[in-house]
């Protein structure tokens, strides 16, 4: 009988000392404890089992595994940087080593090719740079007559590779150059908010490229001729979109055009209006799928509700569903 009462109170001693090691305050100072160490990991996780044991202090414990989740975010952020700064730092390294490795294999150039440096005059023009057979070749820089400025690459007279235009105007190119004229990958500022950035060729652009127009919209796309021809993305300064085929700088062909009220149609284009079979789908889920003219549903088309039911079926016009007898 005393074994008894003894094995009792030794189970009730053990009871009261666990209850009072795993009490909601020690369980709570423990995930505090973790928070300051910056553990947040770990102390979401005791949050986690924290609420699974005291669910009448759910609201208390979620406020804590929000911290936590707030700190892991920012630790995940500042850690972000952190790699985006050494890439940053040795993108730097690479370049400055390349510059220095150019330079050097630029010196080595003009020793074997009897490069001198000196100063030129032709026809106004005012050179000063990289020589070779009274000719203007290698690296150097011009200042034309008519204000041109041109400093980079030279072959046999002619501002040839890589190199920057400054213009009067203001605008600069930098980038490839034949011939004084952009061609191939370069970045062309016209300096009132205009830039492009892309392929050239004969100083138009072509190829890929992107424009940022000076009013906030942006084009990403192919280019031919100077202007947007082919398939690209316009993205206005608003959040409107249209991705999809170009023709001579307008919306020509199947695109998706994307509005800010969060409706949109996708389909055909002519001439930078809705022409053709195309959907238009408004916010709240409803849409129209059938024929378009001059913008608007015109010829045969169906009008949906947002739930799926059909509220229109038929002949268009203009916009405007016409009823026949």
Same mark, same amino acid.
């Given at each position: 009988?005393k ?10 001693v053990?009871t009261?000392?666990? =209850? ?12 505090n ?24 202090k ?7 595994i ?6 892991? =975010? ?6 972000a940087?952190?790699?985006e700064e ?12 390349l510059e220095?490795?150019k ?20 026809n106004?023009?005012k050179?000063?740079?990289d020589i070779?057979d ?8 011009c ?11 030279w072959?046999?007279n002619q ?18 150059v ?13 300096g009132?908010?205009n830039k ?6 004969n100083?138009?652009?072509e ?14 796309g192919?280019?031919?001729g ?11 300064k608003?959040?409107a979109?249209?991705e ?6 307008v919306?020509h062909?199947?695109?998706v055009e ?5 409706s949109r ?5 002519e ?17 129209y ?30 916009g405007?569903?016409?009823?026949t007898e």
């Amino acid at each position: 009988m005393k074994q008894l009462v003894f094995s009792l109170l030794l189970s009730f001693v053990a009871t009261s000392s666990f =209850a009072q090691v795993n009490s909601y305050e020690d369980y709570l100072r423990k995930g505090n404890e973790l928070i300051n160490s910056g553990c947040y990991e770990e102390a979401k996780r005791h949050f986690a089992l924290m609420r699974s044991r005291f669910s009448a202090k759910t609201s208390e414990i979620n406020s804590k595994i929000a911290t936590c989740d707030s700190r892991i =975010a920012a630790q995940s952020q500042r850690r972000a940087e952190a790699q985006e700064e050494a890439r940053r730092q040795a993108e730097i390294e690479e370049q400055e080593w390349l510059e220095q490795r150019k330079e050097q294999l630029r010196q080595e150039d003009l020793r074997r090719n009897q490069i001198t440096r000196g100063t030129l005059e032709i026809n106004g023009d005012k050179y000063e740079g990289d020589i070779r057979d009274g000719k203007r070749h290698g690296v150097g820089k011009c200042i034309y007559k008519d204000g041109i400025v041109y400093e980079g690459e030279w072959v046999q007279n002619q501002p040839t590779g890589k190199g920057v235009v400054t213009w009067p105007t203001g605008e600069v190119y930098k980038g490839q150059v034949e011939y004084l004229s952009p061609n191939g990958e370069g970045e062309y500022d016209w300096g009132d908010g205009n830039k492009y950035v892309g392929s050239w060729v004969n100083g138009l652009r072509e190829g890929k490229g992107k424009h940022y127009f000076a009013n906030g919209t942006v084009y990403e796309g192919e280019w031919k001729g100077d202007v947007r021809y082919g398939k690209g993305t316009e993205t206005f300064k608003s959040g409107a979109k249209y991705e999809g085929q170009f023709v001579n700088d307008v919306y020509h062909g199947s695109g998706v055009e994307t509005f800010t009220d969060g409706s949109r149609y996708e389909g055909n284009f002519e001439y930078g209006v809705k022409s053709g079979r195309g959907t238009y789908m408004w916010s709240d889920g409803g849409k129209y799928v059938g024929d378009f003219s001059n913008g608007q549903p015109h010829g045969e088309g169906t009008e949906y509700a947002p739930d799926g039911s059909v509220k229109s079926s038929g002949k268009w016009e203009n916009g405007r569903y016409v009823r026949t007898e």
